[in-house]
């Protein structure tokens, strides 16, 4: 099974700053990798798919990158609503599995 | 606007059994695979099992292998996850899934404990 690492698995932030979510696969995962945002009490919600590309709907200020086993979630200017838990997913191989989390909190 | 609703939720002893639902529209259910994920009381998220979209294709987690099984009822545009011999680890919100993981419902809450 291929094992999702975040870090750091909590991120305390001001308003405005320029935030970097890392998540490594133990193997090569060929970009084949899901963000999700989770706010306290809801469903998670797709942000971006296939490493880099944008989920319709979400905001600009997300981006992903990376590529073999090291991967990035940024969010460009931190806003009070980015208030969350976010995991990344490798969907290369089964069975599917998902990052443990990094909680982002406002400063 | 795609909509996945879960039901069949509830508690249940340990060794018992249950069976989810999830009520799919908005969308050609019968053309996508579907998903179950789960996430246990304050911890992260689990994938449970997939199907494809003509059920070909059903893949599952080796912590689950033998005890679910997942299915769907295309007519019915429902996706079903049949649970038996439960566990106290098996506490959890389940939540269905589109295949892309872009859709997701509200969860359904299952508690093991007796």
């Known amino acids: 099974d291929i094992q999702m690492t975040q870090s750091p698995s909590l991120l305390s932030a001001s308003v405005g700053d320029r935030v970097t979510l890392s998540c490594k696969a133990s193997?090569?995962?060929?970009?084949?990798l899901n963000w999700y945002q989770q706010k306290l009490g809801e469903a998670p919600k797709l942000l971006i798919y296939?490493?880099?590309s944008l989920q319709t709907g979400i905001p600009s200020r997300f981006s992903g990158s990376g590529s073999g086993t090291d991967y990035t979630l940024t969010i460009s200017s931190l806003q009070p609503e980015d208030v969350a838990t976010y995991f990344c997913?490798?969907?290369?191989?089964?069975?599917?599995?998902f990052g443990s989390g990094t909680k982002l909190e406002i400063k | 606007e795609v909509q996945l609703v879960e039901s069949g939720g509830g508690l249940v002893q340990p060794g018992r059994s249950l069976k989810l639902s999830c009520l799919a529209s908005?969308?050609?259910?019968?053309?996508?695979?579907m998903n179950w994920i789960r996430q246990a009381p304050g911890k992260g998220l689990e994938w449970v099992a997939s199907?494809?979209?003509?059920?070909?294709?059903?893949y599952y987690a080796d912590t689950v292998k033998g005890r679910f099984t997942i299915s769907r009822d295309n007519a019915k545009n429902t996706l079903y996850l049949q649970m038996t011999s439960l566990r106290s680890e098996d506490t959890a919100l389940y939540y269905c899934?589109?295949?892309?993981?872009?859709?997701w419902g509200q969860g359904a809450s299952v508690t093991v404990s007796s």
């Open positions: 899934a589109s295949q892309r993981m872009d859709a």
């Open positions: 908005g969308f050609t259910f019968s053309n996508y695979g």
């Open positions: 199907i494809s979209s003509s059920s070909s294709y059903i």
């Open positions: 193997q090569n995962i060929y970009k084949y």
């Open positions: 296939y490493t880099n």
């Open positions: 997913q490798q969907y290369n191989s089964w069975p599917l599995t």
